[in-house]
């Protein structure tokens, strides 16, 4: 019997428009160590109807950009103009995954360091517009310790400015 859900598909599945995505494929396969798990080519060769990654286990879709199936209007965030929409992963080292995406190719967003919510964080923009943090889990607080940071940070903040 089928499954209604695939195996290995069970929860939120980020699918990124990417143009070109071929070349997006491989920045993944290199910044972020993404094993491909298919990719479909339109009928004419030229672009990524669909394809599947895996990036530490966790699956993402990608495709090339089909303006003439959305109304003629370009669906990447380059031609967007940017995107609303941070892809988030927990690492072990994300200053590791950081800095190997910013070698091969991503453009530093927000540099890694340590948050008041207990993580150590850091942020990139890819070459094809989508915006990735990466966190390290560093420590554990209560609602009560993460609000009087949270206060702390923004005061540093606003006395720096």
Known sequence: MVSPIPSGREGL????????CT???????????????????SP?????????LSIDGK?????????EYCGGAAQNPKA???????VHRYVKDCD??????????????????????????????DPYGHSWSFATH???LSPAE??????EAFQQADAQQ
């Open 13 to 20: 599945i980020p699918h990124l428009v990417c143009s070109p």
């Open 23 to 41: 070349e997006a494929i491989q920045f993944y396969q290199k910044a972020f160590g993404a094993e491909s798990l298919g990719c479909l080519m």
């Open 44 to 52: 004419d060769g030229e672009r990524v109807m669909h394809a599947e």
């Open 59 to 67: 699956v993402i879709y990608l495709a090339d950009d089909f303006p």
């Open 80 to 86: 967007l103009g940017g995107t609303p929409v941070t």
């Open 96 to 125: 590791a995954v950081y800095n190997r995406a910013i070698e091969a190719g991503a453009t530093p967003k927000m540099p890694t360091s340590d948050m008041f919510w207990g993580d150590r964080y850091g942020m990139v923009t």
């Open 138 to 140: 560093q420590r554990e």
């Open 146 to 151: 993460m609000q009087q940071a949270m206060v």
